[in-house]
């Protein structure tokens, strides 16, 4: 026992500050219903503005730290509570996406401000040590974080017991509604909250940043260990939370004392993801959402008005037919002519530039698959990129050195992938929502520090080569011809999704994600549905995964590290997840490095637009898709007037002075003052 | 008290079922049967373990204790959506319908579900023939096309009913389904539901309720539960004439 001594002692030093960053996390989660996924990007925001205020412009510590914690983390944690008043009661899907764009927008944001080099934050502490005990060399910095982080620990303690704000924040998680009724303030309560949240985000930014080194998704990486603990805590309970967070730095650190060997090293720097993984999938159907006390009334306000068309038109053989929405999707001539327009590409791009509109259609692709798991199945994704790992380097691997054929490695590659999206998707059957998310991410950093880490599987640092297809005798090396490859694929893949959308198989998918209890009821195996769906998306992720490898020609693991699940996520929720082009438009945003006027260093700006335009576009699951539509079809409108049924489908204002036909089968005539209202049903 | 002797045999029945949450005794040693052919009727105040035992005929609930049968077979360790299949078919208290489809996606995707070979598209013209039939039965023409997540809660009760039957099922349960609606509408129910148990395949139904008059009116025999324990079972009358009955449930509301 006495040789594991010193790593206790050291692994509380650790595990305090996670415990503090995981209470800061559950503090908003139980007040304000908002798990901050974008917790890390909070505290390494405050850390590169203590750098900036301390260690760039040289303010003394005694006015730096007042400026931070008194001004900065307030005005932050105020905005964040800005951000997030309009969606209380808003699915976890919709909360999970904004705190996605929250950590992009502040990702974006650090270059912006403070230029993208790497920093070394001072330390706040000396870093002298002292013995303790017979032999234990101790910083004085560790020893201080300790300090700090208990005694904040036991002020929040004594802040919830002891004061109105602790009767104040019960009521307030125990029925937001009530609490409102008998005069606490519920706004004043979840500001509160915020703030604390982010006061703490802070302190664990500026104690966590002088050791790490500053780097912006470091820090959020590091954050992240916390989460397991926070779900120990089951998200709601602070002290459990907390000495979690202590656990955790107790079992890492002893787990270091055998982290010689390779496979061990990647085991300890896997544990934290393992060990929240394993939380969740356990603990699965006891953690409850919460909030739902808020969500209710909001919920409500936003589905009562029953905006409403077409009548009772409803034929027999309209049943079944896939009338129902399919989206801007529905136009399948346009996509017909976008097709061919996609093929004639080469000839008004024929350089350099065409590579990277392959890639772009390779990330559709890609992108196509989180539409269909995302998008219409509702079930969250944070690990695609995973898979398209899995795809790439076996493609690597069997195409490249072990000389075999192309269509082979893809295919060994797609098997490859399945397995691994059965884990997720076991998991999947016991968690929903923001559990599944972090389940996902977890998965995504496992096989990040497991497998894409090994040298023997990704070649290091370094990567390994994918050579280009050759099929049928027919060489994909040349541009244009693996460029018409991809689009045809694509095509191919597309189509394949639109049927399965308009068909029996879309509703499956549709009502798995509405209300998977009605479906059981009725007869729907839900495992097996689910295992069907992520196996199929992720093998063929795996799929644009090997042709991803094949297009650049060389790889590394930084290519398919959680960050690009998270960049994938991000991109499809603007393009618009509940549609094809919505995975077309990720494609091409991805494909504007293609254009000529778009400057590399544009890129930051870019990020930030991209990240802000999620936080807007959260709630639309079409996206920038349906603002596409609906703009072209106010520029056709201009041109030619449309007949009255498309101009009400797209939600165009009538034309001014006509009132919009009433219902066919409306009985009672339009209340007067109704006439401006645009009747937009969600096409 | 006891069944009555006459009744057909029971298409479903749960046999000494008992369900605790963590302390709580939910359901304590509960057998009931639903005869086919009837419609039977589950009461009790509010949390007295009636949608616990719903959850628990259709899988969704774990039993501490006891069984429950289906045509003779033992189907306790059957999963949800093998009951369904079987032809169980329920309602929520809280609706559960596929918000994002239209009505009539509603009821397809319940055929779907529940027939062999559906998700595959198989037997299209039986199902546009069930649909249809389903959609005449409950009056949803006029709402055909909208989306189930506009509709009121009175039509919102009506096509979850629709959906059940869409899976031909030999047994009902429905839950609360008078909940939420208006005189009227409840009225319209009570003659849809004797039209759904008239005919030679009719499913038998195990109806949830506080309206006691609708209970009384339709239902050949009640069970009682109080605090998840049976406290009485047995005919309209006797029912009414119970004396344990009222003083734990009926209180003062008067039904004579
Ligand atoms: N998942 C659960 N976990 C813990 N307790 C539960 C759970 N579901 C139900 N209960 C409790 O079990 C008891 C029975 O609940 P149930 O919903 O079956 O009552 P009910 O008869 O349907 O009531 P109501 O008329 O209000 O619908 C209640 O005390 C309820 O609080
Ligand atoms: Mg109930």
């Keep these: ?683 | 008290m006891s069944p009555d002797p006459l009744a057909p045999d029971p298409v479903l029945s749960a046999e000494d079922v008992s369900v605790k949450f963590g302390g709580l005794s939910a359901l304590a040693n509960v057998s009931l049967q639903v005869p086919s052919g009837r419609i039977v009727a589950l009461i009790g105040p509010n949390g007295a373990g009636k949608t616990t035992m719903f959850n628990v005929l259709t899988g969704l609930q774990e039993t501490t204790t006891g069984r429950v049968r289906f045509n003779g077979a033992d189907i306790s360790g059957w999963p949800t959506y093998r009951r369904g299949r079987a032809g169980i078919a329920r309602t929520f208290q809280r609706l559960a319908l596929f918000t994002r489809l239209s009505v009539s996606d509603n009821l397809v995707a319940s055929w779907e579900s529940s027939h062999r070979g559906g998700v595959f598209g198989r037997g299209r013209s039986l199902r546009q023939e069930r649909v249809h039939q389903v959609m005449e039965l409950l009056n949803l023409w006029p709402i055909a096309d909208r989306l189930a997540g506009e509709l009121s809660t009175g039509q919102g009760r009506m096509v979850e009913l629709g959906r059940a039957l869409c899976t031909d099922p030999h047994v009902l349960l429905l839950d609360e389904p008078g909940s939420g609606l208006d005189v009227k509408e409840t009225a319209a129910f009570c003659d849809v539901l004797r039209t759904v148990v008239r005919g030679p395949s009719a499913p038998a139904v195990l109806l949830v309720e506080h309206d006691m008059t609708l209970v009384m009116e339709v239902c050949s025999a009640l069970t009682v539960l109080d605090f998840g324990k049976v406290i009485a079972c047995g005919s309209p009358e006797e029912i009414r004439n119970d004396e344990l009955v009222r003083a734990a449930y009926l209180g003062d509301v008067s039904v004579a």
């Design chain 1, 1 to 683: 026992m006495s040789a594991f001594y010193p790593f206790i002692v050291i692994g509380l030093f650790t595990g305090s500050v996670y415990g503090l960053a995981a209470m800061g996390v559950v503090l908003t989660y139980k007040t304000v219903g908002v798990f901050n996924l974008a917790y890390g990007a909070v505290a390494m925001f405050c850390a590169y503005t203590y750098w900036e205020l301390h260690d760039h412009w040289g303010i003394t510590a005694w006015l730096a730290m007042p400026i931070l914690f008194l001004v900065v983390a307030p005005i932050l944690g105020l905005i964040l509570e800005g951000l997030y008043r309009p969606l209380a009661g808003l699915s976890a899907e919709v909360l999970i996406v904004v705190s996605l764009g929250i950590l992009a927008a502040l990702g974006a944001l650090v270059p912006i401000i403070y230029g993208s080099q790497d920093r070394q934050l001072q330390a706040i502490f000396p870093t002298k040590t002292f013995v303790l005990g017979s032999h234990l060399h101790v910083g004085y910095d560790q020893m201080g974080t300790l300090v700090v982080s208990l005694s904040m620990a036991a002020l929040l303690w004594a802040l919830l017991r002891h004061t109105k704000f602790g009767t104040s924040t019960r009521a307030v998680v125990d029925n937001p509604d009530l609490a409102d009724m008998i005069g606490v303030h519920g706004d004043n309560v979840r500001r509160a909250a915020w703030i604390l949240s982010t006061f703490f985000a802070a302190l664990v930014g500026i104690m966590i940043s002088p050791r790490q080194g500053l780097d912006i998704y470091q820090l959020v990486l590091v954050v992240i260990y916390c989460f397991a603990p926070a779900v120990l805590g089951r998200l709601v309970s602070l002290p459990l939370a907390y000495i979690g967070g202590l656990i955790l730095g107790i079992i890492g650190s002893i787990l270091s004392k055998y982290s010689n060997s390779g496979t061990v090293a990647n085991l300890e720097a896997a544990f934290p993801y393992l060990s929240l993984f394993v939380l969740l999938v356990v603990l699965g159907p006891r953690l409850k959402e919460v909030g739902t006390a808020t969500r209710r009334l909001a919920v409500a306000a936003v589905a009562a008005p029953g905006k409403k068309k077409s009548g009772a038109s409803a034929t027999l053989f309209a049943i079944g037919q896939g009338r129902w929405r399919v989206g801007v999707d529905r136009n399948l001539t346009l996509g017909l002519v976008g097709f061919v327009l996609a093929i004639l590409v080469p000839l008004a791009v024929p350089g350099p530039r065409l590579l990277i509109i392959i890639g772009g259609v390779i990330y559709a692709l890609i992108a196509l698959t989180l539409v269909v798991l995302t998008g219409w199945a509702g079930q969250i994704s944070l690990a695609q990129f995973s898979f398209v790992g899995v795809g790439a380097f076996t493609a690597g691997h069997l195409a490249g050195s072990h000389g075999q054929h192309f269509l082979f490695a893809v295919l060994i590659g797609m098997l490859l992938s399945a397995p691994l999206a059965v884990v997720v998707g076991l998991a999947s059957l016991r968690l929903s929502g923001l559990y599944l998310a972090l389940a996902t991410l977890a998965f995504a950093l496992v096989m990040d520090t497991i497998v894409f880490n090994r040298t023997d599987v990704s070649g290091g640092l370094t990567g390994i080569s994918v050579p280009r297809p050759q099929i049928f005798g027919i060489s994909f090396t040349g541009r244009i011809a693996l460029y018409e490859l991809v689009v045809v694929i694509f095509g191919l893949i597309a189509v394949a999704a639109y049927a399965l959308r308009a068909g029996p198989m879309g509703r499956r998918l549709h009502i798995l994600r509405d209300s998977p209890l009605a479906a059981s009821t009725l007869g729907v195996n839900l495992t097996v549905t689910k295992l069907v769906v992520f196996t199929a998306c992720a093998m063929v992720a795996a799929l644009g995964g090997s042709f991803y490898g094949a297009w650049t020609q060389a790889i590394t693991p930084l290519d398919f590290m959680w960050t690009a699940s998270l960049e994938l996520l991000l991109l499809v929720v603007l393009g618009g997840r509940a549609v094809i082009s919505g995975a077309i438009i990720a494609g091409s945003v991805v494909a504007t490095q293609a254009l000529p006027f778009i400057p590399v260093e544009v890129n930051k700006i870019l990020a930030l637009t991209i990240a802000l335009g999620v936080i807007g576009l959260a709630q639309e699951p079409e996206g920038t898709a349906r603002m596409t539509a609906r703009q072209t079809m106010h520029v056709l409108a201009v041109m030619k007037p449309l007949p009255k049924r498309y101009r009400n489908t797209l939600g165009l204002p009538a034309p001014s002075g006509a009132v919009p036909d009433p219902p066919v089968d409306r009985r009672v005539p339009a209340p007067a003052g109704s006439g401006e209202g645009v009747s937009s049903h969600v096409a």
